[in-house]
């Protein structure tokens, strides 16, 4: 526990838990070496990493599931905590509503004391009166301090937060999915207030609405939270400290999810720049010792040793691990396709008596990337299943421009031979690609060494639905068609497929919960919402921007309605001006430029003239030393003085010159 006093008074720092140098491997497999952290009370923190890195090992640690080889897990006495694996388990024979109310039983206890006092003190007197009183007195201070009296509306808000309905509360949890027990779970663990809770995926199986719920909920929780989540807006949102896993190993940065980001790069980049300065000053110690040597003059040897030691004393860094080196998707259009690439026309689509949209029409030309988003069950992708010809629409009709050839990725995926190896799957479908390729286009969807030989029928469906995405990243379709490309994937492989589609120069709709991912990848949003679309002309930031607007405007037409426009930057004043600018700064660059390249001549040159001029001296030398040996001359006092001057002459020269030489050589 920690405390720290300021001038202006006391501060009080609790730190909430303590983990000093975790270490954990399974069998030959380093999971977690020497992994220290701190979370203090009301600090919201993410832990991050790539799939396998050891995150969940490591929260499992934290709450006593596991044993660590090495290191302390220490929590502060008194706190609780609160953990939402991501399969907790719920009791299947209540209500959901009766689920959630069990959080609540102790001030539901209470509450049944104070009626029981209640009916007691109608018919008491005297001193069992007056027992009674404090008693009821008692149990009232207790529930008042549990805020008992709003507990049934707090349970009501968050299932309505989670995105269950009224017509929900009485459904039993036995009768619901995997993903709306996981939410029932997570209700329970917001529901109890610990003083840290601990959430592995929270925003799986949650729709936007929900987490924009949960960001705001997490945001005002008194208490502190720990997050494993792929979700990186979310991240953004709520982390202002980020632990990363990588490689066994554990850094802490301050701030949020793209603080994190911008840092971990700047770290790559410096660390990278780093190895590389060092291995070229290496290099040109080693060509400037050989350079020494080769002059074979004691002076120049004794110089060449000197830098020799020097250099045997350098601490050589290890070469950066460049995570993403091999991880790069190229897509690639096979044919041009025209302009008008997809044009929908008063589609209209119902279930029974449920309508899930009705007389929607929109347009989308070559090289747009759009995102379909809304609430879960809004028929997102029942529209992408009738562009698909997979079901038919009611009523309207759609039609594809010249050459569209289309690339659909659903999450059943049908195109997935099941009795195949993961490899004989990509490579029988690209034959022309080598085994390197395709190791390296299945590693960007977290398929490693033996992994490739898995066959199709023993994947789990999220890895089917990497195996589907790997495939048509390959393909040559110039029209992709995307039902949540981001499921199941990593933060490292969601950043390989963003660069990738937006390098891609066909055209993209997809459907995505993934704010993040919209956000970087998204032209224009088409919102699902109220059986009709709503069009954003931007990403998702625009979207948020402009959506209360949007929706008064559709509320106050009930009609479709459009922001933005493609030419909106031309009314930005500040654009008049950014020609000129970059020009300036363009020359800036140039003269720079030129003014090194004329620095590096000069320098090359002075050096060359410099070499020269060594080699001319050490070879007149070499001819003085022939000449004063010569036994003719050795008679000639006169000749030897002036051979002997010339030879010192020289030897001083020669040592000016190597001075100069080492100092041209450093530059």
């Known amino acids: ?14 730190m909430i838990l303590s983990c000093q140098n975790i270490s954990k491997a ?12 701190h979370i203090e009370d009301n600090e919201k923190a993410a832990i991050v990493g790539i799939n ?21 897990v220490t929590v502060s006495r008194d706190k609780t905590i609160g953990y939402l694996a991501q399969n907790s388990a719920v009791d299947t024979a209540n209500t959901i509503y009766e689920e959630l109310l069990s959080v609540k039983k102790e001030l539901i206890a209470l509450e049944q004391r104070m009626r029981d006092c209640e009916c007691s003190m109608k018919h008491a007197e005297g001193a069992e009166l007056e027992s009674l009183m404090k008693q009821y007195a008692a149990f009232t201070h207790a529930f008042e301090a549990g805020d008992g009296y ?63 719920w949960l960001e705001t909920y997490l945001l005002n929780y008194k208490g502190a939270v720990i997050i ?28 949020n999810y793209s603080d994190y980001a911008k840092k971990k790069e700047q770290l790559r980049i410096a660390a990278w720049n780093a190895y590389v300065n060092q291995q070229r000053e290496i290099k040109h110690q080693e060509e400037v010792i050989e350079k020494l040597r080769s002059f074979n003059r004691e002076k120049s040897i004794k110089r060449a040793e000197s830098r020799e030691k020097m250099l045997q004393k350098v601490e050589v860094l290890d070469k950066p691990t460049e995570t993403r080196a091999d991880m790069k998707l190229t897509l690639t259009p096979y044919t041009l396709s025209g302009n008008d ?8 689509k119902a279930f029974d008596k449920q309508v899930l949209f009705q007389d929607i029409s929109f347009e989308l030309k070559r090289g747009e990337h759009v995102a379909i988003i809304g609430d879960n069950g809004t028929g997102k992708t029942t529209l992408l299943k009738i562009l698909n010809d997979l079901l038919a629409p009611d009523s309207g009709s759609f039609r594809l421009g010249t050459n569209v050839e289309i690339g659909y990725y659903d999450q059943e995926h049908h195109v997935l031979h099941p009795e195949k190896t993961l490899f004989d799957e990509i490579s029988d479908e690209y034959p022309y690609l080598t085994n390197t390729e395709i190791r390296n ?73 993934d704010r993040y991912f919209i956000n970087k990848t998204a032209h224009r949003i088409l919102d699902l919402t109220s059986r009709t679309l709503v069009n954003y002309i931007g990403n998702y930031d625009y979207y948020l921007e402009k959506r209360e607007t949007q929706m008064a405007a559709l509320a106050r037409t009930g009609a479709m309605a459009s922001i933005g426009t493609t030419g909106a930057a031309s009314d930005n004043p500040s654009s008049h001006s950014k020609p000129a600018a970059e020009a300036s700064v363009v020359k800036q660059d140039w003269k720079a430029q030129k003014e090194e390249q004329a620095r590096i001549r000069k320098r090359e040159n002075d050096l060359r003239k410099c070499e020269e001029e060594i080699s001319r001296l050490e070879e007149r030398r070499h001819e003085i030393d022939l000449e004063m040996s010569d036994p003719a001359i050795g008679t000639q006092v006169l000749k030897l003085q002036d051979l002997s001057r010339e030879q010192a002459d020289i030897d001083s020269r020669l040592e000016t010159l190597y001075e100069t030489w080492e100092t041209l050589a450093e530059e």
């Open 1 to 14: 526990m920690l405390e720290r006093n300021e001038l202006c008074g006391k501060v009080r720092i609790t």
């Open 26 to 37: 399974f069998a030959d497999n380093q999971v977690l070496q020497n992994v220290s952290f």
């Open 52 to 72: 396998g890195a050891g995150k969940t090992t490591l929260l499992r640690i934290i709450m006593g599931e596991l044993t660590a080889d090495e290191g302390i």
């Open 150 to 212: 709003a507990y049934k509306s707090e349970v009501i808000g968050v299932l309505k937060g989670l995105g269950f309905t009224e017509a929900d509360f009485d459904r039993y949890v036995s009768t619901l999915s995997g993903g709306q027990k996981t939410r029932v779970a997570l209700g329970k663990l917001l529901l109890a207030k610990s003083d840290l809770i601990i959430l592995d995926e929270p925003t799986n199986h949650l729709d936007m609405n929900s987490i924009a």
């Open 228 to 255: 494993v989540s792929h979700d990186r807006f979310f991240l953004d949102r709520i982390a202002g400290k980020v632990i990363e896993i990588d490689q066994t190993k554990a850094t802490t940065f301050m701030g």
């Open 341 to 348: 690439v997809l044009t929908v026309e008063h589609l209209s």
């Open 441 to 513: 286009v299945l590693a960007a969807f977290l398929f490693t060494g033996e992994d490739v030989f898995k066959r199709i029928q023993d994947l789990s469906g999220g890895e089917r639905g990497r195996v589907s995405l790997a495939k048509l990243m390959l393909g040559n379709a110039n029209f992709l068609i995307l039902d949540e490309p981001t499921n199941h994937l990593d933060i490292l492989s969601k950043e390989i497929l963003e660069d990738a589609i937006n390098a891609y120069e066909g055209t993209v709709l997809y459907v995505s919960h």
